[in-house]
Structure formats: C-alpha cells, structure tokens
C-alpha cells in the first residue's frame, strides 16, 4: 500500500485563527523584531530631514521599543526567572512610555 | 453553545463542523466533544483517557490556544461559540487526534535518553536538599502531552529544532550527575538548530498544564554551553 504523505496543520497567519491567543512573549519577540526593521527606514529618513519633529518622535519610540525589549530578552537570559517574562514586557513598555513622555516633556512641548 | 470541531480524514478535505450542544454547569471541553460524538456525530474522532488532568491525551487548541480538554471548563472561556482544533506541528491521524511519535522521535535525536556510566554505584543517591536536585525538579513532571511542540514557533520555522519537550529533558539529564552522556550531547546543543533557535517567546512555558518552564531549561543550558565555550 502507497505510504500517504504526511499531513501536519500550522498556525496560518494571514487567518484571524492563527492569531488567536497569541501571548505576550510572542508579541514582544514580534515588536522587538519590527521595530529593527523600522529603525532602518527611520534612520534615513531622519539623517535626510534631522529637524522633522514627527521623524524624531517615530525615531525615540522605536529606539525605546526595540532597546528596552532587547533589555527583557537579555535579562530572562541571564537567569531571570522566565514566569516573569509577562511582567518585564509591562515594565519594558511603562519605561518607554515613561522616558518618551519625559523627553516630550523637555524637547517637544 | 457552538462547537467548531476540526475535521480531516485522509483523503478527505478538511472542514469546520459545527455542533450545538446544550452547555451545563461545570462542563468541560471534553464533555462537550463527548456530548456531540454520542448524540450527534459518531465518526468524530479525538482522544482521551483519564479525564482528569493526569494523562495530557486530550491535549488540542481550544479558541486559539492549546489546553487539555478535560481540565477547561466551557465557562472559563467566556464565549457560546468554542472552536477546537488538533494540535499544531504533529502529523495528523484524522479529526482531532495527531500522532505524538515526533516527541520521541526529537528526543532520540538529540540525544534525550538516560546514558548510564560504566560502573554506576549500586544505588546512585541524590538528596532532596541538593542543588542538582532542586534545579531538576520543576522540570521532571512532563506527561508528553504535546502542547509546547504545539505553540511553538520555532517549530514552525525549523523542522531541525528538537523543541521544548525533548529540550526539557535535555536539561534534566544535563543537569543530572548520574548520567554519562553530557560530552557526547555538548556538540548537538551547540549547534545552529537547537539552543540557538529558541527566541525565548515562552509560548511553550505558558502552555504547559504541568507548569514546566522548557524556556527556562533551555535558556539554562545555553548559559551553560557559553560558559562551557568560555573555558
């Protein structure tokens, strides 16, 4: 009897089901990821127009973004328990909020 | 409520099914599946054995995520329309029920098997108050159940990388004194496709019913085989 190939299902992700219960670890691997590669297209765009306010805006959140979560994934690597990897990405994103509203504070009001 | 099954037979292409069972208080999952195989759909086809959160055979992926179907209560999730499909990254048998092979099979080939030393003492003893003891224990209690080789990613991307599981285990037999085999695993961890490819999204540790972390053992053996690279 012919061997049937095997059949093995994967989350397809252009579907809303595969989407469904995605966790936070996922999507602070997915943003970090992002924010790398919108870094290089907003780091051209800031060295061509350096004083364009909404340029450095997107420029600080992406740098906050990418670094602080960067800051999560080498934490848990050190040792860091990883039950807790939930609760850095709530600091991680706080930090950020917090340091972008700072530097709006100084720069930007 | 609504059950949204997944089916598949071989030969047969794959549909939603979608069954109406009449919810009642403290029902679970897999008595809803039950409920519907009895009364309404006798070729539905899943698996499961003890009923009560031991065995890990009903594992499936409940509204996205994986869970054992006996131990989650339709109430919990907090919607009429439940939708349940097999797990992800295993073969399919048909319906619900995948073939769990590959669990063993990714362990063989890393090399997850106890390898005793030439001449093991008679009774190779390890208190309960040892460090080796306490950092193996959280991670002993894996009932195969499947569901981390489900929600990870990686396996997705890598058909190389062993996954949690056998990494798990890995990680108890790494750490384990009595056991001959951790030079000859050394070359197998180092390489591109296993440590390395974990990204430490935890999908795995947050999925486990038995509330082992296989992120946590694998992030300890890569610190360990960088100080192992390190001298």
Same mark, same amino acid.
């Given at each position: 009897?012919?061997?049937?190939?095997?059949?093995?299902?994967?989350?397809?992700w252009? +579907? +809303?089901?595969?989407?469904?219960g +995605?966790?936070?670890?996922?999507? !602070?691997?997915?943003v970090?990821?992002?924010? &790398? @590669?919108?870094?290089?297209?907003? @780091?051209?765009?800031?060295?061509?127009?350096?004083?364009?306010?909404?340029?450095?805006? +997107?420029?600080l959140?992406?740098?906050? !973004?990418?670094?602080?979560?960067?800051?999560?994934? @080498?934490?848990?690597?050190?040792?860091?328990?990883v039950?807790?990897?939930?609760?850095?990405?709530?600091? !991680?994103?706080?930090? &950020?909020a917090?340091?972008? &509203? &700072?530097?709006?504070?100084?720069?930007?009001? | /409520?609504?059950? *949204?099954?997944?089916?598949?037979?071989?030969?047969?292409?794959?549909?939603?099914?979608r069954?109406?069972?009449?919810? *009642?208080?403290?029902?679970?999952?897999?008595?809803?599946?039950?409920?519907?195989?009895?009364?309404?759909?006798?070729?539905?086809?899943?698996?499961?054995?003890?009923?009560?959160? /031991?065995?890990?055979?009903?594992?499936?992926?409940?509204? #996205?995520?994986?869970?054992?179907?006996?131990?989650?209560?339709? *109430?919990?999730? *907090?919607?009429r329309?439940?939708?349940?499909?097999?797990?992800?990254?295993?073969?399919?048998?048909?319906?619900l029920?995948?073939?769990?092979?590959?669990?063993?099979?990714?362990?063989?080939?890393? #090399?997850?098997?106890?390898?005793?030393?030439?001449?093991?003492?008679?009774f190779?003893?390890?208190?309960?108050?040892?460090?080796? %003891?306490? %950092?193996?224990?959280?991670?002993?209690?894996?009932?195969?159940?499947? /569901?981390?080789?489900?929600?990870?990613?990686?396996?997705?991307?890598?058909?190389?990388?062993?996954?949690?599981?056998?990494?798990?285990?890995?990680?108890?037999?790494?750490?384990?004194?009595?056991?001959?085999?951790?030079?000859?695993?050394?070359?197998?961890?180092?390489?591109?496709?296993?440590? /390395?490819?974990?990204?430490?999204?935890?999908?795995?540790?947050?999925v486990?019913?038995?509330?082992?972390?296989?992120?946590?053992?694998i992030l300890?053996?890569?610190?360990?085989?960088?100080? #192992?690279?390190? #001298?």
């Amino acid at each position: 009897m012919p061997k049937r190939p095997r059949r093995i299902l994967r989350r397809r992700w252009a +579907t +809303t089901e595969g989407w469904r219960g +995605t966790r936070a670890g996922m999507w !602070a691997w997915l943003v970090q990821r992002a924010a &790398a @590669i919108a870094l290089l297209a907003v @780091i051209v765009l800031h060295v061509r127009t350096p004083y364009w306010r909404g340029v450095q805006m +997107t420029l600080l959140a992406l740098v906050l !973004a990418h670094g602080l979560l960067g800051a999560r994934a @080498i934490v848990l690597d050190f040792g860091l328990p990883v039950r807790w990897h939930r609760l850095l990405l709530v600091i !991680a994103v706080a930090l &950020a909020a917090v340091i972008f &509203a &700072a530097v709006w504070g100084w720069r930007w009001s | /409520m609504v059950l *949204k099954v997944f089916r598949w037979s071989p030969g047969f292409r794959e549909r939603i099914q979608r069954f109406w069972v009449p919810a *009642k208080e403290g029902m679970t999952v897999l008595d809803a599946l039950v409920d519907a195989q009895r009364r309404l759909d006798s070729t539905l086809a899943f698996r499961y054995a003890c009923r009560v959160g /031991m065995c890990g055979s009903c594992g499936m992926v409940i509204n #996205g995520r994986e869970r054992w179907a006996c131990r989650t209560l339709l *109430k919990s999730l *907090k919607t009429r329309i439940v939708t349940v499909r097999p797990l992800y990254h295993f073969p399919l048998i048909r319906d619900l029920v995948v073939d769990l092979a590959p669990l063993a099979e990714q362990a063989a080939r890393v #090399g997850a098997a106890f390898v005793p030393k030439e001449e093991p003492a008679a009774f190779a003893q390890v208190g309960a108050d040892a460090l080796e %003891r306490q %950092r193996i224990d959280p991670a002993i209690e894996c009932i195969g159940c499947g /569901m981390c080789v489900s929600a990870c990613t990686m396996v997705a991307n890598d058909e190389r990388f062993p996954g949690p599981a056998a990494l798990n285990r890995l990680f108890t037999l790494d750490t384990d004194r009595r056991d001959a085999g951790h030079a000859d695993r050394a070359a197998v961890l180092l390489s591109e496709d296993t440590l /390395m490819r974990c990204h430490t999204q935890a999908n795995c540790t947050d999925v486990c019913p038995m509330e082992i972390s296989p992120t946590a053992s694998i992030l300890a053996l890569r610190r360990r085989a960088v100080r #192992g690279l390190l #001298g």
